[in-house]
């Protein structure tokens, strides 16, 4: 098990960017797929990128591509998700996850969840 901490979220205006970061506790490097995913009120999480162990694989859903962009360090322990050009509609909380092995869209496919950090887009 590995505990995840989001950070960076708040408020910003349309068309503008945010960093996410999420801290883990354990020690990442090729170790942990991590990942994305986000729950806007009143609607079920859905995915939004995720990274291979090392980094060199990424994939990311269709509403985000081009606009948001995962990165990782695994020397620190950490996963980001850059935000450019948000949208109204990714307002949400946003959820980093962690996995051994799976690199996907299916939520339920990861064993590891942090707590969320909020995301408001205003039009």
């Known amino acids: 098990q590995v505990q995840l901490v989001e950070s960076g979220g708040g408020v910003v205006q349309a068309g503008g960017s945010l960093r996410l970061s999420c801290a883990a506790s354990a020690r990442t490097s090729r170790t942990y797929v991590m990942g994305w995913f986000r729950q806007a009120s009143g609607k079920e999480r859905e995915f939004v990128a995720c990274s291979s162990r090392s980094g060199s694989r990424t994939y990311y859903a269709d509403s985000v591509k081009g606009r948001f962009t995962i990165s990782r360090d695994n020397a620190k322990n950490a996963v980001y998700l850059q935000m450019n050009n948000l949208k109204p509609e990714d307002t949400a909380v946003y959820y980093c996850?962690?996995?051994?092995?799976?690199?996907?869209?299916?939520?339920?496919?990861?064993?590891?969840w942090g707590q969320g950090t909020p995301v408001t887009v205003s039009s």
């Open positions: 996850a962690a996995d051994p092995s799976y690199c996907g869209s299916l939520q339920y496919n990861y064993d590891n």
